[in-house]
């Protein structure tokens, strides 16, 4: 089996499994009691807290567990929104943000704010003046993600930073989910990202576990309200064992950052390198200013379900861009936003390596491409 389809998931380390099942048999007490098995849970995940806080530079009582990145998203929107209806209503997210900021977004329309979508250009790639120009006194909140899903284009954060920079009242959030591991921590984390969210399943730890960086002193109002846990900002019993194999998957993929990112880098090059030679494909990510993981093409005249399930056929793994919204069967709402026609971009297909991946994949990959490909003839 080949998977190429890893900015959907990745496939937990053993050593993040191990952790995880450890954790779950041994300390399996609930952290908010006051008992001795509490007390272990709770250790062990301030223990964790405190790993990641510093395996991204931050301090411990800036990380806050969630159940992933969808509800990080969610609270760092709606949970600022309310917080600073004082300062004012209006809202700026790009055009091109995962589902969970949009819907995210479009339900605040509904619910008295004002959204503004900052368009991109023609490669994926915020338009600065364009957003400068939607920025307002009553703007209260900056949403916009560190590496598009759908193209990998690593978007400007560092020059957004410097544009709020005298803005205050403005609260900056980073969606950071296909961030980590893939391009240097501070270039999307800033000192003026106010937020960020994480999920720990693109970095090779379980399902249902991330975090929410919140920058000490910021405040925002709790998308859940119960138990009081996680300082009273996130009630609902926390996911022990889940948050200590997270921990875990992080600081592998951190110590292996460097090795693994030349690795991934010289793969991509191999496969961008053979997709330009065919005339009928279309690239629409590339090298100079994208993730070095997430390269997105299509076959002209060839919808890119084909493609996929014609490589499921040799058991190898890819996607139709996001696979938060590929089994909707739209095109890839990144693409339309880059101006793409709609035909275009409904050819559009996704590889994303991870360093589990290895050139005898690539290899494979590119032969089993070629036959699909003159199979396609007739169609394109």
Known sequence: MIYFDNAATTQAYPEALKTYQEVAMKIWGNPSSLHRLGNQATRIMEASRQQIASLIGKEAGEIFFTSGGTEADNWALKGIAFEKTSYGKHI???????????????????HGFEVSYAPVDADGFLDVAAFQGLLRPDTILVSIMAVNNEVGAVQPIQVISDLLADRPTITFHVDAVQAIGKIPTESYLTDRVDLASFSGHKFHAVRGVGFLYKKSGKKISPLLTGGGQETDLRSTTENVAGIAAMAKALRLVKDKESVALTK???????????????????????TDGF??????????????????????????????????????????????????????????????????????????????????????????
Request: hydrophobic share 45%.
């Open 291 to 380: 993730a070095p993981n997430i390269i997105t093409f299509g076959i002209k005249g060839v919808r890119g379900e084909v493609v996929v399930h014609a490589l499921e056929e040799h058991d190898i793994f890819i996607s139709t861009t996001s696979a938060c919204s590929s089994k909707a069967g739209k095109p890839a709402g990144t693409l339309i936003a880059m101006g793409v026609p709609v035909k275009a971009a409904q050819t559009a297909v996704r590889i994303s390596l991870d360093d589990d991946n290895d050139m005898g994949q690539v290899e494979q990959f590119l032969t089993i491409l070629k036959q699909v490909y003159q199979k396609t003839q007739k169609v394109r």
């Open 92 to 110: 700026i997210v790009s055009a091109i943000e995962h589902p969970a900021i949009k819907e995210s977004a479009k339900w605040l329309s509904q």
């Open 264 to 286: 991934i880098v010289k793969m991509k090059e191999i496969i961008l390198s053979e997709l330009r030679t065919y005339d009928d494909v279309i690239l629409f990510s590339g």
